[in-house]
């Protein structure tokens, strides 16, 4: 490792962070990792799917919201409270509805998975990796046209039975993209980066203090943090860490809820999937641990769940794996998605400030983007042009004025 060059203090100890932390390090800086949460909610109940094909969200039309605001039950809800509190971000969302950067998120997601093959070859982290992720649909002619749209191969609903799935008409498999248990991979990245030298200060909270046009130090309860340069990379609270610095990165969280199940030791899928039109994500991390993942909610820092809500995830998850009666709930849990308006992340400097950056917006593909989030802000702290096409796309001045 490179002799110290700097120091970097990084608020938000999500997999984001940590990638961060990772890279930063690399390049010999001293780096501290700070977050309120010990034990990284979001990055540990993440679906676990490192599929760029899917990075995208569904698009909104103003009938998409009417209907996602009013219908209580389905893959897709958003709060009339959260569309009164957030008008700026919906009118953004609707304006960048047709001119969606599908094709650079996709460009985003397929540069990441590049950097975890090498990242799992180097380290030797165990996140028990399934390489072939599938998107199933009901109707075999949806399943056939996003296959051919994504360049994917077609599977028929003969072969999706033999994958542990049923009540299918098609599906696209994706020979590439990934699958990981995102509990594991957090942890190892954790570890990996304590053991590399990086300081944690977990379970605080922080606010940064301002000199001028910079950010003289981080203030973490009674302690003071000092740091010749600050990363602002804590997901969904990024608006109310920036709030007293007179920039809003206009992210909000959308939610979503996770089920971990015991298989009794059986395969109970054999191809990690994404289940359309429901949006639940299915993987077998082991032969002993099921993993689905569900849904896009806006309801704001809000974690609970009613029974309904639940119930409708587990009636699909029923519905849709042939086994399910082999399966038993050992956890719940739920996570957070920052998401932008255009669906890009913010990656960069925080326009006013010599010494802050900001690494979030990542939305559904907050972990299959972490490793690239962490190359190019290690690059931009070093002052050197990440090799990104298009990096002006994520840049943080894009939602001033």
């Not at 700026?88 to 001119?99: C, E, T």
Request: charged fraction near 25%; proline fraction near 4%.
């Amino acid at each position: 490792m490179k002799r110290e060059k700097g120091s970097v203090a990084i608020i938000g100890g999500g997999i984001n962070g940590m990638f961060c932390a990772y890279y930063l390090l690399k390049l010999g800086y001293k780096v501290t990792v700070i977050d309120r949460n010990r034990k990284g909610l979001t990055s540990r109940n993440n679906a676990g799917l490192l599929q760029p094909s899917l990075a995208p969200a569904p698009e909104m039309s103003y009938t998409d919201i009417i209907k996602a605001s009013t219908v209580g039950l389905g893959p897709v809800y958003i709060s009339p409270r959260q569309i009164a509190k957030n008008v700026p971000w919906f009118v953004d969302a609707l304006k960048n509805r047709k001119s969606k950067e599908d094709h650079f998120l996709i460009y985003l997601g397929q540069r990441s998975l590049e950097l975890y093959s090498q990242f799992f070859e180097k380290e030797g982290v165990d996140a028990d990796v399934i390489k072939g992720v599938a998107t199933l649909f009901k109707e075999r002619d949806d399943a056939k046209a996003f296959a051919d749209l994504h360049d994917a191969r077609f599977i028929s609903k003969e072969k999706i039975h033999k994958l542990g799935y049923r009540n299918f008409g098609g599906g696209a498999m994706f020979d590439r993209e990934l699958s990981i248990n995102p509990m594991k991979l957090f942890d190892g990245v954790k570890t990996l980066i304590k053991s590399m030298g990086a300081q944690m200060l977990l379970g605080h909270g922080a606010r940064f203090n301002i000199r001028g046009a910079e950010i003289s130090s981080v203030q973490v309860g009674k302690t003071r943090i000092n740091a010749d340069n600050y990363l602002a990379a804590s997901g969904s609270w990024l608006n109310e860490l920036l709030k007293n610095l007179d920039y809003n990165p206009m992210i909000i969280p959308a939610r979503g809820m996770v089920f971990l199940f015991s298989t009794g030791d059986r395969r109970i899928v054999s191809v990690p999937s994404l289940i359309e039109p429901e949006g639940i994500a299915i993987a077998q991390h082991s032969d002993n641990l099921l993993r689905a993942t569900s849904f896009f909610e806006f309801k704001g820092i809000d974690g609970e769940f009613d029974y309904k809500r639940r119930r409708w995830m587990l009636d699909a998850v029923k519905e849709h794996i042939s086994k399910f009666s082999s399966m038993r709930v050992i956890y719940s849990g739920y996570g957070f998605r920052p998401c932008t308006p255009d669906q890009v992340p913010v990656i960069g400097r925080v326009p006013g400030y010599s010494n802050l950056f900001i690494a979030g917006g990542q939305c559904r593909s907050g972990v299959t983007l972490a490793p690239l989030t962490g190359k190019i802000i290690s690059s931009l702290i070093e002052g050197k042009k990440p090799s990104i096409k298009h990096l002006e796309k994520m840049s943080p001045k894009r939602f001033v004025g």
